[in-house]
């Protein structure tokens, strides 16, 4: 109580100093509470013999409503909650937290045949089902997504699968009443955003209209994500306090149009707002909304003065009281890193600016109001004036009016978008960096084209939809205004997001920028109240921090001088990074998806990577593809985007479609296409390469195969290392009498049986090996006759599963091996 008692003062005390104090108070108070009262996210873990990999029986109810994913194959998701689970005879009663995927095994390229298969879940239903239980595990990489930490905030703590066939409704419902109206509401709303009965949209549209009003984005395509991220446009995409201003801005205009006292207009607003949030989602940043929304009303219905700052740091204050780990969400610093740019920022420059032009059009007939206003602003009405008497004899007066009042007002909004749009972009350039790797170098005239529109296209679908409730052919017209807004919006940032510069990628930035560019926006917000040459100076280094937040490149983390092989934790599949001695690099694989069902889960894009970005590698000189399996072409063609290689070094594979995309896209990017054989043999960066397969007569099968696989042996002085793909014994058996010699191994097909003979261990006689596999996969790898094998040779064995990225480290005379965790 003492904690809002001082956050109410600061914001409603006359006297600045006391405001000033109060804030402090309650700024040491909110960071006393977090440390003290922060809660801890606790979630109820299985015993271990659930999680085996055998079927488990779970009783539960959905805590979350089913959403269809997008991919390869139907699959549905939903978080429930358990009741029970048994498996052998036993029986665990503690609730726990479940992230399941319902999947069709045998799914039909038309998902309408096995639609039917899908219960469609909505939060409270109760459920049974059999399925198999696995803990969620995060990527061993630098750089790699917290996922277990982001589920254990939603208070998951296991992941099921589970096949469609296998799971039963129960009869009632479990779960608290605002629940189920949430879920009620969302599935009509919904139903009429997506049905062909209201004709509201198109199956093309409706999916955007979906996520951008009401926060549902089960129907968007990775394509159409990061064509918005890419042009800094992604806050159109989600729900986000955006949205909330937009709606209350119009539901507080019509309110006055039809003459409702101000206290009714703002109580209806805060109303309106409140429930869009409830059905929304009362997520960080709708909550952050309202409550800047309803502190800002109110202090308008007491006559106080709105300083948006203030309202944002009350905002601020309320959600770390409630959740105090929110300080270390992207979200939460990103919305107000935006709102300080706005209101520390943009605000006091547009008051010293524009202004004082917007002050002196109001009530441009009263000749009384002259005198309340500035010289230059009262003298500035009086030309308007002059001007419209003269035109009026042309034009006639509400015309002349028009055409003197318009292009002023028009220039002044045009100014204060670009000025708010710039400083807002130049102060996010920083998180968007560290967050996602992105400049947003095209985000100011993105935003300049469709930020004018976004309240068109916001508040016509929200009138669309309620109408549509009443009467569906008033509704369509609604409709087709926030249609035509959407494909105008789509077609700018679709022109803009296949610009060259629009797809650039940045490093983690090094310590210097990350102080550099947070200085340059400390700086602006102090020196833009200050003197004029002060408040310029400080929008000039904020512009050039954030050109160096933007450009900066930070300096690699490798070691000169010596031959680098890490292998990346990629799960089931196999990535290596090579660095060689002069500091050129090689990607050999990417990882990927295995299975005739995927998700659009990327591993290059998600997985490799951020894991070079946080290393500092911002280009690759070449990738390399083994063979095209999954696991290892899967994340290929997202790195050739991202890293623009010079060459793509590959073998003798099929002509499978993954292999010619591949290729497409490494034509599209400029990449030469360099195909190699055993018996080559050519330096590379301070080393020497030697190909030991496939040979030059090989003829692969119509499918791609393990034996497909290039193999390479690295030489550096007096170490070598040798990368040998997915071969098995047939190849290895060739590969064997090539003198194949090395003190490293990278272990081929993730420690499978057919894979590592005894004749390959005698002829390469390594010291290391690395394996390549994924944590509990279902294939059982690495196969316990491989290890001992192993173990036999006296070879020291790495696994990714175990230890994540590992890197070895060859000075031509020794190998050293790193762990990325510095065990």
């Given at each position: 109580m003492v904690l809002v008692a001082c956050a109410l003062a600061a914001i409603f005390a006359k006297s600045l100093r006391l405001a000033q104090v109060c804030a402090l108070l309650a700024l040491a108070g909110s960071?006393?509470?977090?440390?003290?009262?922060?809660?801890?996210?606790?979630?109820?873990v299985p015993p271990m013999e659930f999680l085996s990999g055998e079927p488990v029986e779970i009783t539960g109810h959905v805590i979350s409503d089913g959403a269809v994913l997008p991919g390869t194959g139907l699959r549905e998701r939903f978080d429930l909650q358990t009741e029970a689970m048994r498996a052998n005879g036993v029986t665990f009663t503690e609730p726990v937290g479940i992230r399941a995927t319902l999947f069709v095994s045998d799914w039909d390229e038309n998902l309408e045949i096995v639609a039917t298969e899908f219960p469609r879940l909505a939060y409270g239903d109760r459920v049974k089902f059999t399925g198999r239980l696995r803990l969620p595990r995060n990527f061993r990489n630098p750089g790699a997504f917290d996922y277990e930490g982001y589920l254990r905030g939603l208070g998951i703590s296991t992941i099921a699968s589970v096949k469609a066939g296998n799971i039963d409704k129960l009869a009632g419902g479990k779960g608290h009443q605002l629940g189920f109206w949430r879920s009620r509401i969302r599935r009509s709303i919904l139903e009429h955003i997506n049905?062909?009965?209201?004709?509201?949209?198109?199956?093309?549209?409706?999916?955007?209209?979906?996520?951008?009003?009401?926060g549902d984005e089960s129907g968007l395509t990775r394509h159409v994500r990061e064509e918005f991220q890419a042009t800094g446009a992604y806050h159109l995409l989600v729900v986000s306090g955006m949205n909330v201003a937009l709606l209350a801005l119009a539901v507080f205009w019509v309110a006055r149009l039809v003459r409702l006292p101000e206290w009714a207009a703002a109580s209806v607003t805060i109303a309106l707002c409140v429930f869009y949030a409830y059905v929304a989602g009362l997520g960080a940043p709708i909550l952050r909304a309202v409550l800047m929304l309803s502190v800002y009303l109110i202090g308008r219905l007491l006559y106080r003065d709105r300083a948006a700052l203030n309202a944002t740091g009350f905002a601020a204050l309320v959600v770390l009281v409630i959740s105090p780990a929110a300080l270390f969400d992207a979200g939460f610093q990103l919305t107000f890193l935006a709102l300080l740019a706005i209101a520390g920022i943009s605000l006091p420059i547009?008051?010293?600016?524009?202004?004082?032009?917007?002050?002196?059009?109001?009530?441009?007939?009263?000749?009384?109001?002259?005198?309340?206003?500035?010289?230059?602003?009262?003298q500035f009405r009086l030309d308007l004036r002059m001007l419209m008497e003269r035109s009026a004899c042309f034009l006639g007066r509400r015309l002349a009016r028009f055409a003197v009042i318009g292009p002023p007002?028009?220039?002044?909004?045009?100014?204060?978008?670009?000025?708010?749009?710039?400083?807002?972009?130049?102060?996010?350039?920083?998180?968007?960096?560290?967050?996602f790797h992105r400049a947003a170098i095209v985000g100011l005239p993105a935003n300049l084209l469709v930020l004018p529109l976004a309240g068109v296209l916001l508040n016509s679908a929200v009138a669309a939809i309620a109408l549509s409730y009443i009467y569906a052919p008033v509704a369509r017209v609604a409709g087709f205004v926030t249609a035509a807004t959407l494909h105008w919006t789509l077609r700018c940032l679709a022109s803009l997001s296949h610009l060259r510069i629009s797809l650039w990628r940045t490093t983690d930035p090094s310590l210097t920028i990350f102080l550099l560019a947070a200085a340059g926006v400390v700086i602006a917000v102090i020196a833009v109240r200050r003197k004029r040459l002060f408040a310029l100076s400080g929008i000039a280094l904020l512009l050039l921090s954030a050109g160096l937040a933007a450009f900066g490149r930070s300096a690699p983390l490798i070691e000169p001088g010596k031959l680098e092989i890490t292998a990346i934790d990629v799960g089931q599949g196999d990535a290596l990074l090579v660095i060689s001695p002069d500091g050129h690099s090689l990607l050999i694989d990417a990882g990927g998806a295995i299975g005739p069902t995927r998700g659009e889960f990327d591993f290059g894009e998600d997985v490799v990577s951020p894991y070079l970005w946080s290393r500092g590698l911002d280009h690759l000189d070449v990738v390399a593809l083994t063979h095209a399996h999954g696991d290892h072409i899967g994340g290929l063609g997202r790195m050739i985007e991202n890293f623009r290689p010079k060459e793509l070094w590959v073998g003798i594979n099929p002509p499978a479609a993954v292999v010619r995309q591949l290729y497409e896209i490494a034509a599209a990017n400029g990449v030469a296409l360099r195909q190699h054989t055993a018996g080559e043999e050519f330096p590379w960066g301070g080393t020497n390469v030697r190909v030991l397969s496939p040979p030059a007569d090989w003829h692969p099968k119509s499918k791609p195969m393990n034996d497909d696989s290039l193999a390479l042996l690295l030489t550096y002085g007096n170490t070598r290392a040798l990368l040998a793909g997915d071969v098995e014994h047939r190849m290895e058996r060739l590969i064997a009498t090539e003198s194949p010699q090395a003190d490293l191994l990278k272990v081929a097909h993730h420690g499978s049986a057919t894979s590592t003979t005894p004749e390959l261990l005698q002829a390469v006689h390594p010291s290391f090996a690395v394996i390549s596999v994924g944590y509990h996969n279902s294939f059982g790898h690495p196969r316990p006759i491989v290890l001992e094998r192993l173990q036999d040779a006296h070879v020291k064995t790495y696994r990714t599963d175990m230890m994540g990225a590992v890197t070895f480290l060859l000075d031509g005379s020794k190998v050293e091996a790193k762990l990325a965790s510095g065990r």
């Amino acid at each position: 109580m003492v904690l809002v008692a001082c956050a109410l003062a600061a914001i409603f005390a006359k006297s600045l100093r006391l405001a000033q104090v109060c804030a402090l108070l309650a700024l040491a108070g909110s960071g006393a509470f977090a440390r003290t009262y922060a809660p801890v996210p606790h979630v109820v873990v299985p015993p271990m013999e659930f999680l085996s990999g055998e079927p488990v029986e779970i009783t539960g109810h959905v805590i979350s409503d089913g959403a269809v994913l997008p991919g390869t194959g139907l699959r549905e998701r939903f978080d429930l909650q358990t009741e029970a689970m048994r498996a052998n005879g036993v029986t665990f009663t503690e609730p726990v937290g479940i992230r399941a995927t319902l999947f069709v095994s045998d799914w039909d390229e038309n998902l309408e045949i096995v639609a039917t298969e899908f219960p469609r879940l909505a939060y409270g239903d109760r459920v049974k089902f059999t399925g198999r239980l696995r803990l969620p595990r995060n990527f061993r990489n630098p750089g790699a997504f917290d996922y277990e930490g982001y589920l254990r905030g939603l208070g998951i703590s296991t992941i099921a699968s589970v096949k469609a066939g296998n799971i039963d409704k129960l009869a009632g419902g479990k779960g608290h009443q605002l629940g189920f109206w949430r879920s009620r509401i969302r599935r009509s709303i919904l139903e009429h955003i997506n049905s062909p009965v209201y004709g509201l949209w198109s199956r093309e549209d409706a999916p955007l209209i979906a996520a951008m009003v009401i926060g549902d984005e089960s129907g968007l395509t990775r394509h159409v994500r990061e064509e918005f991220q890419a042009t800094g446009a992604y806050h159109l995409l989600v729900v986000s306090g955006m949205n909330v201003a937009l709606l209350a801005l119009a539901v507080f205009w019509v309110a006055r149009l039809v003459r409702l006292p101000e206290w009714a207009a703002a109580s209806v607003t805060i109303a309106l707002c409140v429930f869009y949030a409830y059905v929304a989602g009362l997520g960080a940043p709708i909550l952050r909304a309202v409550l800047m929304l309803s502190v800002y009303l109110i202090g308008r219905l007491l006559y106080r003065d709105r300083a948006a700052l203030n309202a944002t740091g009350f905002a601020a204050l309320v959600v770390l009281v409630i959740s105090p780990a929110a300080l270390f969400d992207a979200g939460f610093q990103l919305t107000f890193l935006a709102l300080l740019a706005i209101a520390g920022i943009s605000l006091p420059i547009l008051e010293r600016t524009s202004r004082p032009y917007h002050t002196a059009l109001e009530y441009l007939n009263s000749t009384s109001y002259d005198l309340q206003l500035p010289p230059k602003s009262a003298q500035f009405r009086l030309d308007l004036r002059m001007l419209m008497e003269r035109s009026a004899c042309f034009l006639g007066r509400r015309l002349a009016r028009f055409a003197v009042i318009g292009p002023p007002r028009f220039f002044l909004a045009a100014y204060e978008l670009i000025v708010v749009s710039a400083i807002t972009q130049a102060v996010l350039v920083l998180p968007m960096r560290i967050y996602f790797h992105r400049a947003a170098i095209v985000g100011l005239p993105a935003n300049l084209l469709v930020l004018p529109l976004a309240g068109v296209l916001l508040n016509s679908a929200v009138a669309a939809i309620a109408l549509s409730y009443i009467y569906a052919p008033v509704a369509r017209v609604a409709g087709f205004v926030t249609a035509a807004t959407l494909h105008w919006t789509l077609r700018c940032l679709a022109s803009l997001s296949h610009l060259r510069i629009s797809l650039w990628r940045t490093t983690d930035p090094s310590l210097t920028i990350f102080l550099l560019a947070a200085a340059g926006v400390v700086i602006a917000v102090i020196a833009v109240r200050r003197k004029r040459l002060f408040a310029l100076s400080g929008i000039a280094l904020l512009l050039l921090s954030a050109g160096l937040a933007a450009f900066g490149r930070s300096a690699p983390l490798i070691e000169p001088g010596k031959l680098e092989i890490t292998a990346i934790d990629v799960g089931q599949g196999d990535a290596l990074l090579v660095i060689s001695p002069d500091g050129h690099s090689l990607l050999i694989d990417a990882g990927g998806a295995i299975g005739p069902t995927r998700g659009e889960f990327d591993f290059g894009e998600d997985v490799v990577s951020p894991y070079l970005w946080s290393r500092g590698l911002d280009h690759l000189d070449v990738v390399a593809l083994t063979h095209a399996h999954g696991d290892h072409i899967g994340g290929l063609g997202r790195m050739i985007e991202n890293f623009r290689p010079k060459e793509l070094w590959v073998g003798i594979n099929p002509p499978a479609a993954v292999v010619r995309q591949l290729y497409e896209i490494a034509a599209a990017n400029g990449v030469a296409l360099r195909q190699h054989t055993a018996g080559e043999e050519f330096p590379w960066g301070g080393t020497n390469v030697r190909v030991l397969s496939p040979p030059a007569d090989w003829h692969p099968k119509s499918k791609p195969m393990n034996d497909d696989s290039l193999a390479l042996l690295l030489t550096y002085g007096n170490t070598r290392a040798l990368l040998a793909g997915d071969v098995e014994h047939r190849m290895e058996r060739l590969i064997a009498t090539e003198s194949p010699q090395a003190d490293l191994l990278k272990v081929a097909h993730h420690g499978s049986a057919t894979s590592t003979t005894p004749e390959l261990l005698q002829a390469v006689h390594p010291s290391f090996a690395v394996i390549s596999v994924g944590y509990h996969n279902s294939f059982g790898h690495p196969r316990p006759i491989v290890l001992e094998r192993l173990q036999d040779a006296h070879v020291k064995t790495y696994r990714t599963d175990m230890m994540g990225a590992v890197t070895f480290l060859l000075d031509g005379s020794k190998v050293e091996a790193k762990l990325a965790s510095g065990r």
